[in-house]
Protein backbone atom coordinates (compact mmCIF):
# COMPACT_ATOMS: atom_id res chain seq x y z
CA UNK A 1 0.00 0.00 0.00
CA UNK A 2 1.24 3.51 -0.69
CA UNK A 3 1.80 6.31 1.80
CA UNK A 4 -0.58 9.29 0.97
CA UNK A 5 2.24 11.85 3.04
CA UNK A 6 4.87 9.99 0.74
CA UNK A 7 2.76 11.06 -2.12
CA UNK A 8 2.12 14.37 -1.05
CA UNK A 9 6.09 15.17 -0.27
CA UNK A 10 7.12 13.80 -3.98
CA UNK A 11 4.31 16.30 -4.97
CA UNK A 12 6.05 19.50 -3.17
CA UNK A 13 9.05 18.85 -4.15
CA UNK A 14 7.49 18.44 -7.76
CA UNK A 15 5.79 21.65 -7.82
CA UNK A 16 9.16 23.68 -6.20
CA UNK A 17 11.15 22.74 -9.07
CA UNK A 18 8.48 24.01 -11.72
CA UNK A 19 8.26 26.90 -9.96
CA UNK A 20 12.30 27.12 -10.32
CA UNK A 21 11.85 28.75 -13.55
CA UNK A 22 14.96 30.85 -13.05
CA UNK A 23 17.84 30.01 -15.16
CA UNK A 24 21.26 29.85 -13.32
CA UNK A 25 23.15 30.66 -16.57
CA UNK A 26 23.47 33.98 -14.78
CA UNK A 27 24.49 32.39 -11.95
CA UNK A 28 27.63 30.78 -13.14
CA UNK A 29 28.34 34.24 -14.47
CA UNK A 30 27.68 35.72 -11.39
CA UNK A 31 29.93 32.87 -9.35
CA UNK A 32 33.03 33.31 -11.62
CA UNK A 33 32.57 37.58 -11.49
CA UNK A 34 32.80 37.24 -7.41
CA UNK A 35 35.67 34.63 -7.58
CA UNK A 36 37.93 37.14 -9.52
CA UNK A 37 36.94 40.37 -8.06
CA UNK A 38 36.43 38.94 -4.19
CA UNK A 39 38.01 35.80 -3.95
CA UNK A 40 37.06 32.20 -2.80
CA UNK A 41 36.47 33.13 0.52
CA UNK A 42 34.24 36.10 0.19
CA UNK A 43 30.62 35.98 1.81
CA UNK A 44 29.17 36.69 -1.45
CA UNK A 45 31.30 33.73 -3.36
CA UNK A 46 30.04 31.59 -0.47
CA UNK A 47 26.47 32.82 -0.45
CA UNK A 48 26.21 31.57 -4.44
CA UNK A 49 27.24 28.11 -3.95
CA UNK A 50 24.38 27.99 -1.55
CA UNK A 51 21.88 29.50 -3.79
CA UNK A 52 22.80 27.80 -6.76
CA UNK A 53 22.77 24.22 -5.00
CA UNK A 54 19.56 25.36 -4.01
CA UNK A 55 18.24 25.84 -7.56
CA UNK A 56 19.94 22.42 -8.54
CA UNK A 57 18.20 20.43 -6.20
CA UNK A 58 14.74 22.45 -6.96
CA UNK A 59 15.51 21.18 -10.54
CA UNK A 60 16.55 17.28 -9.05
CA UNK A 61 20.09 17.78 -10.27
CA UNK A 62 21.33 16.36 -6.90
CA UNK A 63 24.86 15.26 -7.81
CA UNK A 64 25.66 19.05 -8.83
CA UNK A 65 23.98 20.57 -6.13
CA UNK A 66 26.42 18.59 -3.57
CA UNK A 67 29.35 19.52 -5.52
CA UNK A 68 28.39 23.19 -5.09
CA UNK A 69 27.60 22.43 -1.04
CA UNK A 70 30.83 20.87 -1.20
CA UNK A 71 32.76 24.25 -2.40
CA UNK A 72 30.48 26.06 -0.29
CA UNK A 73 31.76 23.97 2.83
CA UNK A 74 35.52 24.43 1.80
CA UNK A 75 34.97 28.37 1.37
CA UNK A 76 33.28 28.35 4.62
CA UNK A 77 36.04 26.58 6.68
CA UNK A 78 38.79 28.89 4.79
CA UNK A 79 36.53 32.31 5.97
CA UNK A 80 35.47 31.13 9.28
CA UNK A 81 36.66 28.24 10.68
CA UNK A 82 35.77 24.73 10.33
CA UNK A 83 34.68 24.89 13.54
CA UNK A 84 32.06 27.82 13.09
CA UNK A 85 28.01 27.32 13.18
CA UNK A 86 28.17 27.83 9.34
CA UNK A 87 30.01 25.02 8.64
CA UNK A 88 27.47 23.04 10.49
CA UNK A 89 24.65 23.95 8.12
CA UNK A 90 27.15 23.41 4.78
CA UNK A 91 27.39 19.85 6.34
CA UNK A 92 23.44 19.82 6.63
CA UNK A 93 22.72 20.81 2.75
CA UNK A 94 24.86 17.77 1.72
CA UNK A 95 23.83 15.22 3.71
CA UNK A 96 19.83 16.19 2.83
CA UNK A 97 21.01 16.75 -1.14
CA UNK A 98 22.52 13.41 -0.55
CA UNK A 99 19.38 11.40 0.87
CA UNK A 100 17.52 12.54 -2.71
CA UNK A 101 20.91 11.08 -4.32
CA UNK A 102 20.66 7.50 -2.34
CA UNK A 103 23.79 8.50 -0.75
CA UNK A 104 22.78 7.11 2.78
CA UNK A 105 26.09 6.59 4.24
CA UNK A 106 27.66 10.22 2.91
CA UNK A 107 24.52 11.80 4.39
CA UNK A 108 24.60 10.36 7.70
CA UNK A 109 28.13 11.08 8.06
CA UNK A 110 27.48 14.81 7.08
CA UNK A 111 24.59 15.24 9.70
CA UNK A 112 26.89 13.65 12.23
CA UNK A 113 29.43 16.25 11.70
CA UNK A 114 27.20 18.69 12.36
CA UNK A 115 25.67 17.25 15.20
CA UNK A 116 28.80 17.74 16.77
CA UNK A 117 29.79 20.93 15.69
CA UNK A 118 25.92 22.15 16.99
CA UNK A 119 25.74 20.75 20.34
CA UNK A 120 29.09 21.87 20.89
CA UNK A 121 27.96 25.39 19.83
CA UNK A 122 24.78 25.03 20.85
CA UNK A 123 24.37 22.79 23.43
CA UNK A 124 22.39 19.71 23.10
CA UNK A 125 18.78 20.15 23.67
CA UNK A 126 18.08 23.24 21.11
CA UNK A 127 15.17 22.57 17.97
CA UNK A 128 18.53 22.80 15.67
CA UNK A 129 20.23 19.82 17.15
CA UNK A 130 16.78 18.03 17.13
CA UNK A 131 16.09 18.63 13.58
CA UNK A 132 19.73 16.97 12.97
CA UNK A 133 19.09 14.05 15.00
CA UNK A 134 15.59 13.91 12.62
CA UNK A 135 17.91 14.48 9.44
CA UNK A 136 19.58 11.15 10.74
CA UNK A 137 16.77 9.56 11.45
CA UNK A 138 15.11 9.90 8.35
CA UNK A 139 18.54 8.41 6.23
CA UNK A 140 18.63 5.50 8.44
CA UNK A 141 15.08 4.76 7.90
CA UNK A 142 15.60 5.03 4.00
CA UNK A 143 18.34 2.91 3.87
CA UNK A 144 16.14 0.21 6.14
CA UNK A 145 17.98 0.30 9.19
CA UNK A 146 14.91 1.35 11.03
CA UNK A 147 16.32 0.57 14.74
CA UNK A 148 18.53 3.67 14.41
CA UNK A 149 16.35 5.48 12.61
CA UNK A 150 13.94 5.14 15.89
CA UNK A 151 16.86 5.86 18.12
CA UNK A 152 17.25 9.13 16.44
CA UNK A 153 13.98 10.11 16.05
CA UNK A 154 12.84 9.40 19.27
CA UNK A 155 15.78 11.68 20.66
CA UNK A 156 14.40 14.55 18.32
CA UNK A 157 11.24 14.08 19.72
CA UNK A 158 12.56 14.39 23.50
CA UNK A 159 13.83 17.97 22.42
CA UNK A 160 10.61 18.84 20.66
CA UNK A 161 8.72 17.94 23.69
CA UNK A 162 10.92 20.07 26.12
CA UNK A 163 11.23 23.46 23.52
CA UNK A 164 8.00 23.28 22.06
CA UNK A 165 5.19 21.49 24.40
CA UNK A 166 3.31 18.43 23.63
CA UNK A 167 1.21 19.19 21.15
CA UNK A 168 3.18 21.19 18.68
CA UNK A 169 3.05 20.10 14.93
CA UNK A 170 6.79 19.18 15.08
CA UNK A 171 6.19 16.83 17.77
CA UNK A 172 3.38 15.60 15.29
CA UNK A 173 5.37 14.78 12.76
CA UNK A 174 7.99 13.18 14.65
CA UNK A 175 5.41 10.65 16.11
CA UNK A 176 4.42 10.21 12.52
CA UNK A 177 7.84 8.90 11.65
CA UNK A 178 8.27 6.30 14.65
CA UNK A 179 4.67 5.02 13.07
CA UNK A 180 6.27 4.67 10.12
CA UNK A 181 9.31 2.42 11.25
CA UNK A 182 7.16 0.83 13.19
CA UNK A 183 4.91 0.19 10.48
CA UNK A 184 7.99 -0.91 8.16
CA UNK A 185 8.94 -3.03 11.27
CA UNK A 186 5.33 -4.92 10.34
CA UNK A 187 5.02 -3.71 14.33
CA UNK A 188 1.28 -2.35 13.41
CA UNK A 189 -0.21 -2.13 16.71
CA UNK A 190 2.53 0.07 18.01
CA UNK A 191 2.75 2.25 14.95
CA UNK A 192 -0.82 2.90 15.43
CA UNK A 193 -0.45 3.97 18.79
CA UNK A 194 1.97 6.46 17.23
CA UNK A 195 -0.10 7.39 14.44
CA UNK A 196 -3.00 7.84 16.77
CA UNK A 197 -0.77 10.50 18.77
CA UNK A 198 0.03 12.47 15.74
CA UNK A 199 -3.88 12.23 14.86
CA UNK A 200 -4.77 13.90 18.06
CA UNK A 201 -2.04 16.74 17.87
CA UNK A 202 -2.84 17.46 14.22
CA UNK A 203 -6.76 17.44 14.33
CA UNK A 204 -6.28 20.53 17.23
CA UNK A 205 -4.38 22.25 14.38
CA UNK A 206 -7.31 22.64 12.62
CA UNK A 207 -7.29 23.44 8.53
CA UNK A 208 -3.59 24.22 8.32
CA UNK A 209 -2.62 20.64 9.10
CA UNK A 210 -5.10 19.22 6.51
CA UNK A 211 -2.46 17.25 4.50
CA UNK A 212 -0.83 16.12 7.59
CA UNK A 213 -4.07 14.61 9.28
CA UNK A 214 -4.97 13.20 5.38
CA UNK A 215 -1.68 11.50 5.48
CA UNK A 216 -2.04 9.94 9.18
CA UNK A 217 -5.30 8.80 8.16
CA UNK A 218 -4.09 6.43 5.16
CA UNK A 219 -1.18 5.37 7.55
CA UNK A 220 -3.74 4.26 10.11
CA UNK A 221 -6.26 2.85 7.18
CA UNK A 222 -2.27 0.66 5.71
CA UNK A 223 -1.82 -0.58 9.18
CA UNK A 224 -5.19 -2.10 9.04
CA UNK A 225 -5.18 -3.14 5.78
CA UNK A 226 -2.37 -5.15 6.45
CA UNK A 227 -3.75 -7.05 9.66
CA UNK A 228 -6.42 -8.02 7.65
CA UNK A 229 -8.80 -5.24 9.26
CA UNK A 230 -10.58 -3.98 5.97
CA UNK A 231 -13.60 -2.16 7.49
CA UNK A 232 -11.53 0.12 9.61
CA UNK A 233 -9.31 0.78 6.93
CA UNK A 234 -12.15 1.73 4.16
CA UNK A 235 -12.87 3.92 7.14
CA UNK A 236 -9.58 5.79 7.32
CA UNK A 237 -9.20 6.01 3.76
CA UNK A 238 -12.60 7.55 3.50
CA UNK A 239 -11.46 10.08 6.01
CA UNK A 240 -8.38 11.24 4.15
CA UNK A 241 -10.39 11.10 0.90
CA UNK A 242 -13.22 13.68 2.02
CA UNK A 243 -10.27 15.99 3.52
CA UNK A 244 -8.55 15.87 0.02
CA UNK A 245 -11.81 16.52 -1.92
CA UNK A 246 -12.94 18.97 0.66
CA UNK A 247 -10.08 21.24 -0.32
CA UNK A 248 -8.91 20.36 -3.67
CA UNK A 249 -12.30 18.13 -5.60
CA UNK A 250 -13.21 14.98 -6.37
CA UNK A 251 -11.04 14.82 -9.66
CA UNK A 252 -7.28 16.09 -8.06
CA UNK A 253 -4.44 13.36 -8.41
CA UNK A 254 -4.09 13.56 -5.38
CA UNK A 255 -7.21 11.39 -5.17
CA UNK A 256 -5.76 8.18 -6.91
CA UNK A 257 -3.38 6.56 -4.31
CA UNK A 258 -6.97 7.02 -1.92
CA UNK A 259 -9.21 5.33 -4.25
CA UNK A 260 -6.57 3.08 -5.22
CA UNK A 261 -6.64 1.58 -1.81
CA UNK A 262 -10.04 2.19 -1.10
CA UNK A 263 -10.73 -0.47 -4.26
CA UNK A 264 -7.82 -2.94 -2.89
CA UNK A 265 -10.11 -2.87 0.55
CA UNK A 266 -13.23 -3.84 -1.01
CA UNK A 267 -11.01 -6.23 -3.34
CA UNK A 268 -10.01 -8.01 -0.24
CA UNK A 269 -13.30 -8.06 1.00
CA UNK A 270 -14.64 -9.81 -2.45
CA UNK A 271 -16.77 -6.50 -2.66
CA UNK A 272 -15.92 -6.41 -6.37
CA UNK A 273 -18.55 -3.94 -7.37
CA UNK A 274 -17.30 -1.52 -4.81
CA UNK A 275 -13.72 -1.76 -5.50
CA UNK A 276 -14.64 -1.14 -9.59
CA UNK A 277 -16.44 2.06 -9.07
CA UNK A 278 -12.72 3.30 -7.04
CA UNK A 279 -11.04 1.98 -10.16
CA UNK A 280 -12.88 4.01 -12.01
CA UNK A 281 -12.95 6.92 -10.09
CA UNK A 282 -8.87 6.66 -11.09
CA UNK A 283 -9.65 6.43 -14.55
CA UNK A 284 -11.94 9.50 -14.82
CA UNK A 285 -8.97 11.42 -13.29
CA UNK A 286 -6.25 10.02 -15.29
CA UNK A 287 -7.84 10.41 -18.59
CA UNK A 288 -8.50 14.02 -17.91
CA UNK A 289 -5.08 14.76 -17.28
CA UNK A 290 -2.87 16.94 -19.60
CA UNK A 291 -0.13 15.21 -18.08
CA UNK A 292 -1.39 10.93 -18.37
CA UNK A 293 1.11 8.86 -16.87
CA UNK A 294 0.63 6.16 -19.34
CA UNK A 295 1.79 3.32 -17.57
CA UNK A 296 -0.24 4.82 -14.31
CA UNK A 297 -3.32 4.09 -17.27
CA UNK A 298 -2.45 0.86 -17.83
CA UNK A 299 -2.32 -0.32 -14.43
CA UNK A 300 -5.30 1.01 -14.19
CA UNK A 301 -6.86 -1.06 -16.94
CA UNK A 302 -5.23 -4.08 -15.01
CA UNK A 303 -6.98 -3.15 -11.55
CA UNK A 304 -10.31 -3.32 -13.20
CA UNK A 305 -9.68 -6.35 -15.28
CA UNK A 306 -8.85 -8.33 -12.55
CA UNK A 307 -11.69 -6.90 -10.35
CA UNK A 308 -14.10 -7.73 -13.41
CA UNK A 309 -12.24 -11.34 -13.61
CA UNK A 310 -13.30 -11.67 -9.88
CA UNK A 311 -16.83 -11.12 -10.38
CA UNK A 312 -17.12 -13.00 -12.93
CA UNK A 313 -17.30 -10.73 -15.66
CA UNK A 314 -14.40 -12.13 -17.77
CA UNK A 315 -15.77 -10.29 -21.77
CA UNK A 316 -15.34 -7.06 -20.04
CA UNK A 317 -12.04 -7.82 -18.15
CA UNK A 318 -10.65 -9.09 -20.82
CA UNK A 319 -11.33 -5.83 -22.96
CA UNK A 320 -9.35 -3.48 -20.29
CA UNK A 321 -6.58 -5.68 -20.20
CA UNK A 322 -6.36 -5.46 -24.15
CA UNK A 323 -6.58 -1.83 -23.54
CA UNK A 324 -3.80 -1.95 -20.85
CA UNK A 325 -1.76 -4.37 -23.35
CA UNK A 326 -1.88 -1.71 -26.26
CA UNK A 327 -0.69 0.96 -24.04
CA UNK A 328 2.15 -1.19 -22.64
CA UNK A 329 3.07 -2.30 -26.16
CA UNK A 330 3.37 1.25 -27.33
CA UNK A 331 5.53 2.46 -24.58
CA UNK A 332 7.65 -0.94 -24.07
CA UNK A 333 7.54 -2.62 -27.43
CA UNK A 334 6.06 -6.10 -27.24
CA UNK A 335 9.14 -8.13 -25.50
CA UNK A 336 8.74 -6.41 -22.23
CA UNK A 337 8.34 -8.18 -18.85
CA UNK A 338 5.30 -5.95 -18.49
CA UNK A 339 3.36 -7.10 -21.78
CA UNK A 340 3.67 -10.95 -20.25
CA UNK A 341 1.95 -10.15 -17.17
CA UNK A 342 -0.46 -9.08 -19.49
CA UNK A 343 -0.93 -11.72 -21.25
CA UNK A 344 -1.33 -13.73 -18.11
CA UNK A 345 -3.90 -12.07 -17.11
CA UNK A 346 -5.65 -12.31 -20.58
CA UNK A 347 -4.82 -16.19 -20.31
CA UNK A 348 -6.51 -16.56 -16.95
CA UNK A 349 -9.71 -14.58 -17.99
CA UNK A 350 -10.22 -16.87 -21.53
CA UNK A 351 -9.20 -20.46 -18.94
CA UNK A 352 -12.19 -18.91 -16.40
CA UNK A 353 -14.45 -18.81 -19.70
CA UNK A 354 -13.19 -22.75 -20.35
CA UNK A 355 -11.93 -21.43 -23.73
CA UNK A 356 -8.39 -23.29 -22.95
CA UNK A 357 -7.00 -22.83 -26.29
CA UNK A 358 -6.58 -19.20 -26.25
CA UNK A 359 -5.75 -19.76 -22.65
CA UNK A 360 -2.67 -21.47 -23.66
CA UNK A 361 -1.77 -19.41 -26.38
CA UNK A 362 -1.30 -16.49 -23.91
CA UNK A 363 0.13 -18.41 -21.36
CA UNK A 364 2.68 -19.42 -24.19
CA UNK A 365 3.36 -15.79 -25.43
CA UNK A 366 3.85 -14.68 -21.44
CA UNK A 367 6.48 -17.49 -21.70
CA UNK A 368 8.21 -16.98 -24.29
CA UNK A 369 8.52 -13.10 -23.37
CA UNK A 370 9.67 -14.32 -19.40
CA UNK A 371 12.29 -16.65 -20.91
CA UNK A 372 14.11 -14.10 -23.00
CA UNK A 373 13.80 -11.56 -20.66
CA UNK A 374 14.01 -12.94 -16.71
CA UNK A 375 16.53 -15.37 -15.40
CA UNK A 376 15.54 -18.57 -15.81
CA UNK A 377 15.31 -19.53 -12.45
CA UNK A 378 12.52 -16.50 -11.72
CA UNK A 379 9.01 -17.16 -9.96
CA UNK A 380 7.04 -16.12 -12.85
CA UNK A 381 8.72 -18.54 -15.47
CA UNK A 382 8.16 -21.41 -12.96
CA UNK A 383 4.03 -20.01 -12.37
CA UNK A 384 3.73 -19.61 -16.15
CA UNK A 385 5.09 -23.55 -16.68
CA UNK A 386 2.26 -24.62 -13.72
CA UNK A 387 -0.05 -22.71 -15.33
CA UNK A 388 0.02 -24.23 -18.56
CA UNK A 389 0.59 -27.95 -17.20
CA UNK A 390 -3.35 -27.13 -15.23
CA UNK A 391 -4.75 -26.36 -18.02
CA UNK A 392 -2.82 -29.37 -20.31
CA UNK A 393 -4.33 -31.74 -17.54
CA UNK A 394 -8.05 -30.30 -17.64
CA UNK A 395 -8.10 -30.90 -21.07
CA UNK A 396 -6.47 -34.61 -20.03
CA UNK A 397 -3.23 -33.95 -22.11
CA UNK A 398 -1.21 -35.73 -18.95
CA UNK A 399 1.45 -36.01 -21.05
CA UNK A 400 1.79 -32.30 -21.78
CA UNK A 401 0.87 -31.63 -18.31
CA UNK A 402 3.77 -33.23 -16.97
CA UNK A 403 5.98 -31.65 -19.27
CA UNK A 404 5.47 -28.66 -18.26
CA UNK A 405 4.89 -29.32 -14.27
CA UNK A 406 8.24 -30.82 -14.59
CA UNK A 407 10.03 -27.70 -15.83
CA UNK A 408 8.00 -25.23 -13.31
CA UNK A 409 10.04 -27.88 -10.85
CA UNK A 410 13.03 -27.19 -12.51
CA UNK A 411 12.65 -23.71 -13.12
CA UNK A 412 11.91 -23.24 -9.02
CA UNK A 413 14.73 -25.63 -7.90
CA UNK A 414 17.39 -24.68 -10.31
CA UNK A 415 17.86 -28.44 -12.25
CA UNK A 416 18.05 -29.28 -8.53
CA UNK A 417 21.82 -27.85 -7.92
CA UNK A 418 21.17 -24.58 -7.82
CA UNK A 419 23.72 -22.50 -4.90
CA UNK A 420 20.31 -20.21 -4.05
CA UNK A 421 18.23 -23.31 -3.51
CA UNK A 422 19.39 -25.25 -0.35
CA UNK A 423 17.55 -27.70 1.79
CA UNK A 424 16.15 -25.14 4.13
CA UNK A 425 14.64 -22.98 1.30
CA UNK A 426 12.65 -26.49 -0.01
CA UNK A 427 11.15 -27.12 2.67
CA UNK A 428 9.93 -23.54 3.26
CA UNK A 429 8.61 -23.58 -0.77
CA UNK A 430 4.76 -24.54 -0.52
CA UNK A 431 4.14 -23.54 -4.09
CA UNK A 432 6.70 -26.26 -4.85
CA UNK A 433 5.37 -28.81 -2.67
CA UNK A 434 1.72 -28.16 -4.60
CA UNK A 435 3.38 -28.70 -7.78
CA UNK A 436 5.31 -31.78 -7.08
CA UNK A 437 1.43 -32.91 -5.96
CA UNK A 438 0.19 -32.14 -9.05
CA UNK A 439 2.74 -34.01 -10.97
CA UNK A 440 2.07 -36.80 -9.16
CA UNK A 441 -1.39 -36.75 -10.17
CA UNK A 442 -0.72 -36.11 -13.78
CA UNK A 443 1.52 -39.42 -13.58
CA UNK A 444 -1.27 -41.27 -11.73
CA UNK A 445 -3.66 -40.54 -14.68
CA UNK A 446 -0.92 -42.44 -17.17
CA UNK A 447 -0.66 -45.08 -14.30
CA UNK A 448 2.80 -44.01 -14.05
CA UNK A 449 2.29 -44.86 -10.21
CA UNK A 450 6.23 -45.09 -9.19
CA UNK A 451 6.58 -41.87 -10.98
CA UNK A 452 3.28 -40.19 -9.12
CA UNK A 453 4.45 -41.93 -6.27
CA UNK A 454 7.80 -40.55 -6.02
CA UNK A 455 5.98 -36.44 -6.39
CA UNK A 456 3.12 -37.63 -3.74
CA UNK A 457 6.03 -38.25 -1.31
CA UNK A 458 7.92 -35.20 -2.14
CA UNK A 459 5.16 -33.24 -1.49
CA UNK A 460 4.23 -34.76 1.46
CA UNK A 461 7.87 -34.55 3.06
CA UNK A 462 7.85 -30.35 2.51
CA UNK A 463 4.24 -30.25 3.57
CA UNK A 464 4.90 -32.06 7.15
CA UNK A 465 8.24 -29.83 7.59
CA UNK A 466 6.04 -26.57 6.57
CA UNK A 467 2.74 -27.16 7.92
CA UNK A 468 3.18 -29.54 10.42
CA UNK A 469 1.85 -33.25 10.49
CA UNK A 470 -1.87 -32.79 11.31
CA UNK A 471 -2.53 -30.07 8.55
CA UNK A 472 -5.11 -30.82 5.77
CA UNK A 473 -3.16 -30.00 3.34
CA UNK A 474 -1.11 -33.12 4.70
CA UNK A 475 -4.41 -35.31 4.92
CA UNK A 476 -5.23 -34.33 0.59
CA UNK A 477 -1.83 -36.15 0.23
CA UNK A 478 -2.53 -38.96 2.25
CA UNK A 479 -5.59 -39.32 0.88
CA UNK A 480 -4.01 -39.23 -3.28
CA UNK A 481 -1.46 -41.62 -2.09
CA UNK A 482 -3.96 -43.90 -0.71
CA UNK A 483 -5.84 -43.48 -4.23
CA UNK A 484 -2.30 -44.76 -6.35
CA UNK A 485 -2.25 -47.92 -3.93
CA UNK A 486 -5.79 -48.97 -4.35
CA UNK A 487 -5.25 -48.64 -8.22
CA UNK A 488 -2.31 -50.99 -8.06
CA UNK A 489 -4.13 -52.77 -5.86
CA UNK A 490 -1.70 -52.60 -3.19
CA UNK A 491 -4.68 -52.42 -0.97
CA UNK A 492 -3.06 -52.89 2.87
CA UNK A 493 -0.66 -49.92 2.31
CA UNK A 494 -4.01 -47.87 0.79
CA UNK A 495 -5.77 -48.53 3.51
CA UNK A 496 -3.05 -47.15 6.23
CA UNK A 497 -2.71 -43.85 3.57
CA UNK A 498 -6.54 -43.39 3.99
CA UNK A 499 -6.58 -43.89 7.74
CA UNK A 500 -3.80 -41.34 7.94
CA UNK A 501 -5.78 -39.20 5.68
CA UNK A 502 -8.95 -39.93 7.66
CA UNK A 503 -7.65 -39.09 11.31
CA UNK A 504 -6.64 -35.81 10.37
CA UNK A 505 -9.87 -34.83 8.93
CA UNK A 506 -12.02 -36.60 12.31
CA UNK A 507 -9.54 -34.43 14.26
CA UNK A 508 -9.92 -31.06 12.49
CA UNK A 509 -13.45 -31.17 10.28
CA UNK A 510 -15.47 -33.49 12.64
CA UNK A 511 -16.69 -36.74 11.69
CA UNK A 512 -19.86 -35.44 9.65
CA UNK A 513 -17.97 -33.41 7.14
CA UNK A 514 -18.12 -34.00 3.78
CA UNK A 515 -14.38 -34.60 3.36
CA UNK A 516 -14.41 -36.72 6.34
CA UNK A 517 -16.79 -38.73 4.21
CA UNK A 518 -15.00 -39.03 0.72
CA UNK A 519 -11.89 -41.06 2.96
CA UNK A 520 -14.34 -42.98 4.73
CA UNK A 521 -15.89 -44.06 0.78
CA UNK A 522 -12.56 -44.52 -0.73
CA UNK A 523 -11.52 -46.68 2.73
CA UNK A 524 -14.91 -48.60 1.97
CA UNK A 525 -13.80 -49.60 -1.28
CA UNK A 526 -10.43 -50.12 -0.82
CA UNK A 527 -12.51 -53.11 1.38
CA UNK A 528 -14.81 -54.01 -0.85
CA UNK A 529 -12.35 -55.09 -3.10
CA UNK A 530 -10.71 -57.24 -0.10
CA UNK A 531 -13.82 -58.76 -0.18
CA UNK A 532 -14.09 -57.88 3.41
CA UNK A 533 -17.45 -57.32 2.99
CA UNK A 534 -18.82 -55.88 6.74
CA UNK A 535 -15.98 -53.94 7.21
CA UNK A 536 -16.70 -52.26 3.69
CA UNK A 537 -20.70 -51.54 4.56
CA UNK A 538 -19.87 -50.21 7.59
CA UNK A 539 -17.47 -47.53 5.98
CA UNK A 540 -19.64 -47.26 3.20
CA UNK A 541 -22.77 -46.71 5.54
CA UNK A 542 -20.96 -44.21 7.39
CA UNK A 543 -20.18 -42.12 3.96
CA UNK A 544 -23.73 -42.63 2.90
CA UNK A 545 -24.77 -41.01 6.40
CA UNK A 546 -22.92 -38.02 6.47
CA UNK A 547 -23.45 -37.09 2.69
CA UNK A 548 -27.48 -37.28 3.24
CA UNK A 549 -26.51 -35.35 6.41
CA UNK A 550 -25.33 -32.31 4.43
CA UNK A 551 -27.09 -32.68 1.35
CA UNK A 552 -24.09 -33.67 -0.53
CA UNK A 553 -24.41 -32.61 -4.33
CA UNK A 554 -20.87 -34.31 -5.44
CA UNK A 555 -16.86 -34.53 -5.40
CA UNK A 556 -15.31 -32.45 -2.25
CA UNK A 557 -12.73 -30.25 -3.10
CA UNK A 558 -10.42 -31.30 -0.66
CA UNK A 559 -10.52 -34.55 -1.79
CA UNK A 560 -8.27 -34.10 -4.88
CA UNK A 561 -6.84 -30.47 -4.85
CA UNK A 562 -4.35 -28.80 -2.90
Given at each position: MSSLHAFFEKAKHRNDSERSTVSTTHLDEEMKMSRDKLGAESAEVIESYFTKGEFCEKQEKYRDAIMLYKKGLESTKLKYGKDHISVAKAYEKIGRACIYEEQYDEAINNFKKALELKIKKLGSEQLDVADIYLDIGRAYFEEGSFSQAEV?????????????????????????????????QEEYTSAIEYYRQAYDIYLGEGDKCFKDLAGIYINLADCYYNTANFDDAIEYYYRAREIIAGKNGEDCMEMIPINDSIAHSYGKKKFFEEAIIYYQKTLKILTASKNIDTVELANCYINLGISFSKKGDYD????????????????????????????????????????????????????????????????????????LAAIYFKKRQYSDAITNYKESILTTMGDYVSEDFNEESKYNNLPLANTFFHLGQAY???????????????????????????????????????????????????????????????????????????????????????????????????????????????????????
Open positions: NFSTALNIKEKRLGKSHPDVAALYNHLGNVKYNTAIDHYKKSLAILIEKYGDRHPHIANCYSYMAAAYLNKDENNEAIDYYKKALDIRLNRLERQHSFVAKTYGSARKRMYDDALSNFEKALDIKINKLGEEHLEVATIYNEIGLTYSDQRFFDSAIENYEKALEIRVKKLGRDHLDTAVVYNNLGLVYVNKKAWSKALELLNISLEIREKTSWRGPSYCGTKL
